[in-house]
């Protein structure tokens, strides 16, 4: 069974910068695509970045020139650098894998994680 575990997130002040990790274990083998999304209170989940094992990336919009997704495909980790938080990042992130990044893109994946806060208040 395959888990995918998000660390990193917390309360930070707008401006300020924060690091997600997302490690997969259980039945470990090499998604193609993996990435994160989010989920602010009253709206929708919403996709932030995703990478492929090639390097292949997709940012959203809102995450273009602040956010860079990288991965690690021999320990299966994947992580967000996030700079010049805003206080509308505010959010519980997830991190998703899928060997089909089709399906990781828009919204199917298969494996989930449990999600982490990060909220951006001052």
């Known amino acids: 069974q395959v888990q995918l575990v998000e660390s990193g997130g917390g309360l930070v002040q707008p401006g300020g910068s924060l690091r997600l990790s997302c490690a997969a274990s259980?039945?470990?083998?090499?998604?193609?695509?993996m990435g994160w999304y989010r989920q602010a209170p009253g709206k929708q989940r919403e996709l932030v970045a995703a990478?492929?094992?090639?390097?292949?990336?997709n940012y959203a919009d809102s995450a273009k020139g602040r956010f860079t997704i990288s991965r690690d495909n021999a320990k299966n980790t994947v992580s967000m650098q996030m700079n010049s938080l805003k206080p509308e990042d505010t959010a519980v992130y997830y991190c998703?894998?899928?060997?089909?990044?089709?399906?990781?893109?828009?919204?199917?994946?298969?494996?989930w994680g449990q999600g982490t806060q990060v909220t951006v208040s001052s």
């Open positions: 990478i492929t094992h090639a390097g292949s990336i």
């Open positions: 998703a894998a899928d060997e089909v990044l089709f399906r990781l893109l828009h919204g199917t994946g298969e494996y």
């Open positions: 259980g039945s470990i083998f090499s998604f193609n695509a």
